[in-house]
């Protein structure tokens, strides 16, 4: 429990937790003291979902764990400095930088939209943080006026209240059983349940822009439904006052994730118009990259499927929150249901995420791994490999070590230099794996050959059931993002047989 003095909460044994800064539905936010260093912090509390299973609780926060553990390695000037991730008393706790001032939303609400050259200062600020968060797999997924901090004395923007943020196709805090985001910033690929990526994140910058150039998101309306409607159905009508930066704003809020403007483009676009103070274009010649060989037939299907949702609700009487918060995160409806009163019961056996397969692994052990990838075991380890070897998913089981998860891997980390030519910026963090110690490691070296070029890795190494389990997976650096997805999808769906 936390201690009590002067009225005052300690967590961790460290941190003071000294007056409330905010609530929200991802918790509340504290100002505190470190006792440990001195200095002031913000400390956000995550709120305990009562509805789970014990299992099912400790399966969020040990993600939320390993989730904020990923923001923590982000460094941008325009990203939250997260300083330390601890579990007190079951309930995780994030410590961050405390920034002096308020939100864009508070800058809106109390003195009014801002002109066109302050919004492309802080558009273009915070596209630059997205693409760092986007190259180490990090979707934010909840950009919105009241994550953005602005520093009273620099005038500093600072994205924060990454507490709903997915690393790649990982199932997010609130993702089961309820809809994550705010449905006036969300892209329409999201409302339609549709796999989602980097693109949203830039939907929903869009807009951002609109409210902090008008007073108002473009997509407000008088319900939820009407939210809906309007994403993903209406004309998009930019404020007047986003006219000097209207391509931004058009090419942010295309409805195809495949057309919409990319992020470098979008901030090159912002800062050539501080610069010169002309309407930006596109450069000569610009395509957004397309990801998908049919852009069109994803976007029309996600438009009809959210037609749907509304006339659904127009038919049925069911409002479009119902909806939406039976919606998980990958676009499936709930597979049963239960009257009510009646407690629902966890599968033991987890289950694939679309274009992924169990193996049933006769070293012991069962995990989902992508369609494609086979076995190629190697003496005491077992790999699970792309065509080509692009993707190498690595899994080895054990007898505990002396020392736990984390000596074994600061063992290995030290080893580093000799067993990865290249080897740099090896990291090693102490976490919680299933409610017991673990630890992550995470590097980055130049590959077995130079045709394989700069790799990165992923490895989290755990104890569990007398046994010491350790997944790993390396990828081109070029590919983290998907990288993190292999990973984190083993992770959550790893279990011993």
């Keep these: 429990m936390g201690t009590e003095g002067d009225n005052f909460r300690v967590i961790a044994g460290r941190y003071r937790l000294e007056a409330r800064l905010g609530r929200g539905g991802m918790g509340v936010v504290w100002r505190a003291t470190d006792q440990l260093l001195g200095r002031q912090v ?5 709120p305990l979902d009562e509805t789970l299973s ?25 990203i939250i400095v997260v300083h330390d991730v601890v579990e007190h008393d079951e309930r995780p706790y994030i410590v961050m930088e405390l920034i002096d001032g308020g939100s864009l939303a508070d800058r809106v609400s109390g003195r009014g939209p801002v002109d066109a050259a302050e919004a492309a200062r802080i558009g273009a600020d915070l596209l630059s943080a997205l693409r760092t968060a986007h190259a180490a797999g990090v979707l934010h997924r909840d950009i919105k006026p009241a994550n953005v901090l602005m520093e009273s004395a ?28 705010s449905p006036e910033y969300t892209a329409p690929e999201r409302m339609s349940g549709a796999r989602t990526g980097p693109e949203s994140d830039l939907w929903s910058l869009g807009a951002l822009l609109c409210t902090a150039l008008s007073g108002q998101s473009p997509f407000r309306r008088d319900s939820l439904g009407g939210i809906l409607h309007a994403v993903v159905v209406d004309e998009i009508r930019p404020p007047a006052q986003a006219a000097p930066l ?17 992020a470098a483009e979008a901030e090159r676009m912002l800062r050539a118009f501080l610069d010169t103070g002309r309407t930006p274009q596109p450069a000569p010649g610009y395509t957004p990259t397309q990801r998908n060989p049919h852009p069109q037939r994803r976007s029309t299907r996600g438009v009809l499927t959210a037609v749907l949702l509304v006339a659904a ?13 039976n919606r998980d995160g990958t676009g499936t409806s709930p597979t049963s249901s239960s009257a009510p009163g009646t407690p629902t019961t966890t599968p033991t056996r987890p289950s694939a995420p679309s274009g992924y397969r169990i193996a049933d692994d006769p ?11 086979t076995r190629k075991p190697q003496g005491e380890r077992v790999f ?30 030290a ?31 130049n590959g077995f050959s130079a045709a394989e070029g700069p790799r990165h890795t992923y490895d989290l190494c755990w104890e569990e059931d007398g046994r010491m389990y350790d997944v790993w997976v390396s990828a081109p650096v070029g590919k983290v993002r998907e990288a993190k997805e292999y990973f984190d999808v083993a992770i959550d769906t790893f279990a011993h047989t």
């Design 42 to 46: 913000a400390v956000k509390e995550l």
């Design 54 to 78: 014990a299992a099912d609780a400790r399966r969020q926060r040990d993600r939320t764990l390993r989730e904020a553990s990923a923001v923590a390695q982000l460094r941008h000037p325009h």
């Design 154 to 181: 620099t005038g500093r923007v600072v994205l924060t209240d990454f507490g709903i943020a997915q690393v790649a196709g990982a199932t997010t805090l609130t993702e089961t059983g309820a809809f994550v985001g």
């Design 246 to 262: 209207l391509p931004v704003v058009r090419g942010l809020l295309e409805r195809d994730p495949e057309r919409r403007l990319d």
């Design 313 to 325: 609700m127009a038919g049925a009487g069911v409002s479009a929150a119902a909806l939406l918060m």
């Design 363 to 373: 070293a012991g052990f069962s995990l989902a791994v992508p369609e494609g990838f």
């Design 384 to 413: 699970y490999v792309s065509s080509g070897q692009t993707f190498r998913l690595g899994i080895k089981v054990s007898d505990p070590e002396q020392g736990g998860p984390l000596a074994v891997l600061r063992r290995a980390a």
């Design 415 to 445: 080893e580093g230099p000799s067993a990865n030519p290249g080897y740099h910026d090896g990291r090693v963090t102490s976490l919680t794996h299933r409610g017991q110690p673990a630890a992550l490691w995470e590097f980055t070296w």
